[in-house]
C-alpha cells in the first residue's frame, strides 16, 4: 500500500460511489484471470482451453466481463464532463476533458507498445521470431489493445451522446440497441458486406449508454435492474440457441461467426444482463466498501490497473517461457497434469506482473492526477490525436508485432494495415493529445 493510496482513500468525499471504482478493478482483473486461464501452451504451440473443452464455453456468459467496464466508463465520462462544463466558464471544454481522460490510459500505452516494439524488433533481427513461443508472443501480446481502441472511441463520443441522453434518455439507448439488430439482421438475413463493422459502435456504444442512466440514477433500486437483467439473460439465450451466434461470448479460433469480433446483437443482450447484476449488488457491496482497509485495497488496485492489464499477457508468457528454457514438461491442455499445474503458473504469473507493475506503475499516473487543460482552439487538435490513436491502437491489434521486418499487414476498416504504420499513428496521435492544451487547468470528477 502507497502513502499516497492511503491518502486518497482517507480523503475520499462520503458522496463518491466507490462501487463503480470496485467495478473497475474487479472487471480487468477478471479478465486477466481469464486470459491466464484459457492459454493452453504445449510443446506443439499455444491453443485456447475454451476450444478444446467446448463445455467450458458457457463460463464466458460470466467471465466475459468487458461490458462492465463499458458501463463504468460511461457513469465516470459522464460525471467528468458535467464537472469540466461547470467549471469551464463557457469555455470550449471538449479538448480538455479528451485529454484530462485519457492522459492516464495513453501514456502506459505508449510505453508498452515502445518496449515491445523494440523487443519484436530484437528478436526478429536475431532470426528468433519463428519459433514456437516467440512467435505467439509477437502475436498475441498486442490482442488485448482492442479494448483500448474502443474505449478511445468512447470518450471521443461521449459529449455528443450525453446530450442525446439527456434529452431522450432510456430512448437513446433503445436508439443504439435497434440499430445493433439492425447491422445483425443485415449480416446475417441479408448478407450485407462489412455492415457487420457498424456493431463496434453500436454494441459498445450502447453499453456505454447504460453508464449515463447509472449516472442520473435511473438503474437504482432493484426492479430496472432485475428486469434488465432478466430480458438480458432471456435475450442471449434465445439468440444463441434459435439464431447464428455461438455460445462462447469471447472469439474462438476457427470459428465463422464471433460475438466479440465484430459484437452481434447476443453479446449486447449479454452485457444487458451483467449489467443488471452488477447493479443488483450495488447495495451490499457499497456497505462493504465502507470498511476502509476494503476500501484503501481498492484505491491502490485501481492506481495500477492499467498497467496490470497491459503486461499480464508478458508475464505469463515469461512464465512458460521459463518452464520450457529450465526444461520443465508442458503436458497437454485439459489433461490431469495440465489442470494440476494451473494453480502455480497463475501464481508466478501473478507475482511476475507485480514485478512488471513495479517497473511501469509511475507511467500510469499522470504528473497532476485528475488535471486537464482547457486551452481554446485545441478542439481539432485533440480530435485528430484521439481519432490516430484509436486506429493505431486496432490496427496494431489486428496485426501484433510478428511482421515489422516483412510488412504484414491486417485489414482495419477495408483498408491495409501495418505494424510500422499502425504503431506511428499511435504515437502520433498520443503527442497531439498531449499537446492539445496547456493554458489553464481545472479538476475534473470521476
Keep these: 500500500m502507497t502513502a499516497s493510496a492511503r491518502d486518497m482513500a482517507e480523503a ?7 462501487y463503480v471504482d470496485l467495478l473497475r478493478v474487479a472487471s480487468l482483473g477478471t479478465v486477466i484471470a481469464g486470459h491466464w486461464l484459457m492459454a493452453a501452451v504445449s510443446t506443439g504451440g499455444i491453443g485456447n482451453l475454451l476450444a478444446i473443452v467446448p463445455g467450458l464455453q458457457v463460463l464466458t456468459w460470466g467471465l466475459q466481463i468487458m461490458p462492465v467496464f463499458f458501463f463504468v466508463g460511461g457513469f465516470s465520462h459522464a460525471l467528468s464532463y458535467r464537472s469540466l462544463v461547470r467549471r469551464s466558464d463557457g469555455r470550449p471544454v471538449y479538448a480538455a476533458f479528451l485529454r484530462a481522460r485519457l492522459r492516464r490510459l495513453l501514456r502506459p500505452t505508449v510505453v508498452f507498445v515502445l518496449v515491445w516494439a523494440a523487443l519484436a524488433l530484437g528478436v526478429q533481427l536475431a532470426g528468433r521470431g519463428d519459433g514456437v513461443l516467440s512467435g505467439a508472443a509477437l502475436r498475441m501480446v498486442t490482442q488485448p489493445l482492442w479494448f483500448i481502441g474502443i474505449y478511445l472511441a468512447m470518450v471521443a463520443f461521449t459529449p455528443p451522446l450525453l446530450k442525446l441522453h439527456e434529452r431522450h434518455g432510456w430512448a437513446a439507448f433503445a ?6 439488430a439492425v447491422v445483425d439482421v443485415l449480416r446475417f438475413a441479408q448478407g450485407v458486406p462489412y455492415v457487420e463493422f457498424l456493431n463496434f459502435a453500436f454494441v459498445w456504444l450502447a453499453v456505454h449508454q447504460l453508464g449515463f442512466l447509472r449516472a442520473d440514477g435511473r438503474l437504482d433500486g432493484l426492479r430496472r435492474p432485475a428486469l434488465l437483467a432478466a430480458a438480458g439473460l432471456a435475450g442471449a439465450a434465445l439468440l444463441v440457441a434459435y439464431g447464428p451466434y455461438p455460445l462462447s461470448m469471447v472469439g474462438m479460433p476457427g470459428e ?3 460475438n466479440m469480433a465484430p459484437p452481434t446483437l447476443a453479446l449486447l443482450c449479454h452485457g444487458l ?7 443488483l449488488l450495488a447495495g451490499p457491496a457499497t456497505a462493504w466498501l465502507r470498511r476502509p482497509r476494503v476500501w484503501r485495497g481498492v484505491v491502490a488496485a485501481n492506481g495500477i490497473a492499467m498497467t496490470a492489464f497491459l503486461w499480464h499477457l508478458t508475464a505469463m508468457l515469461a512464465v512458460y517461457g521459463a518452464q520450457l528454457a529450465l ?3 508442458l503436458p497437454e491442455p485439459a489433461t490431469a497434469a495440465w489442470w494440476a499445474q494451473v494453480p502455480v503458473r497463475i501464481l508466478a504469473a501473478a507475482a511476475l506482473t507485480a514485478v512488471l507493475v513495479a517497473l511501469f506503475r509511475r507511467f500510469e499516473a499522470p504528473p497532476r492526477p485528475a488535471e486537464a487543460s482547457t486551452a481554446a482552439g485545441s478542439g481539432p487538435r485533440a480530435a485528430a490525436g484521439i481519432a490516430l490513436c484509436l486506429l493505431g491502437v486496432l490496427g496494431l491489434s489486428m496485426t501484433g508485432l510478428g511482421g515489422l521486418l516483412d510488412g504484414h499487414s491486417a485489414t482495419l476498416i477495408a483498408v491495409p494495415v501495418t505494424a510500422p504504420a499502425a504503431i506511428a499513428m499511435a504515437l502520433g496521435g498520443w503527442l497531439l493529445v498531449e499537446r492539445s492544451g496547456t493554458a489553464r487547468r481545472v479538476r475534473l470528477r470521476g
Excluded: E
Design 12 to 18: 475520499t468525499p462520503a458522496t463518491r460511489d466507490r
Design 175 to 180: 436508439a443504439l440497441f435497434g440499430a445493433a
Design 256 to 258: 465463422k461467426v464471433s
Design 273 to 279: 444482463w451483467l449489467v443488471g447484476a452488477v447493479q
Design 327 to 329: 526444461g520443465i514438461r
